[in-house]
């Protein structure tokens, strides 16, 4: 999900204000149900981001969902945005937090594709490798697509290693060509 400038200082100023009262991961466990029930909830989503719908309603429903499962600072932050008539903001904050949490955590986001679903002990001998090789803590996504036919490729913010059989066949082929074409 794109998360916008907007977002993105919403995020950073909830970051900084958990930092300050020391809430950190409260606030974080507040903000992953957040996201949570957004994701599971697409009729949430697009009410919040309704023109149609008045703030005080959105104010309303926020805290009847999340009011006293939140902390008093995530529940202000949400009558803020609803206020500031940002509501329609909020899963992307959720989003822009997780990130900036994660940076200030000094965790990065490692996607895995594979072929075919890796058991307990593979995903635990990979995550290991990642931790190893990056000297960071890892957060380990795992994606299945069974059209690499094996190997895999593992993405880290803009640099990706592709080591599938998919891709090999794909060089090998263009090697083929530009030969042939000689």
Same mark, same amino acid.
């Given at each position: 999900m794109h998360v916008t400038k907007a977002a993105?200082?919403?995020? +950073?100023a909830l970051l900084e204000l958990a930092k300050e009262r020391d809430e950190i991961e409260d606030i974080l466990e507040d903000i +992953?149900?957040?996201? +949570? !029930? @957004? $994701? =599971?909830?697409n009729e949430l989503v697009l009410f919040l981001q309704s023109p149609i719908v008045k703030f005080d309603e959105k104010q309303n429903v926020l805290n009847e969902l999340f009011g006293d499962e939140v902390q008093e600072? !995530?529940? %202000?932050? #949400?009558e803020l @945005? &609803?206020? %500031?008539?940002?509501g329609n903001l909020l899963h992307q904050v959720t989003e822009g937090f997780l990130k900036l949490y994660n940076k200030h955590a000094g965790i990065i986001e490692v996607e895995v594709s594979v072929a !075919?679903?890796? $058991? =307990?002990s593979q995903r635990k001998a990979l995550h290991e490798q990642?931790?190893?090789? &990056?000297?960071?803590?890892? $957060?380990l996504i795992i994606h299945i697509d069974e059209s690499l036919k094996g190997g895999m490729a593992v993405r880290i $913010? =803009? &640099?990706v290693i592709d080591g599938t059989i998919?891709? %090999?066949? *794909?060089? @090998?082929?263009? *090697? #083929? @060509?530009? !030969?042939a074409a000689e």
């Open positions: 993105r200082r919403y995020a +950073n +992953n149900f957040i996201k +949570n !029930t @957004l $994701d =599971d909830s600072l !995530t529940r %202000k932050f #949400l @945005l &609803t206020r %500031k008539n940002r !075919t679903e890796l $058991d =307990d990642l931790e190893k090789k &990056t000297s960071k803590k890892v $957060d $913010d =803009d &640099t998919k891709h %090999k066949l *794909q060089e @090998l082929e263009e *090697q #083929l @060509l530009a !030969t």
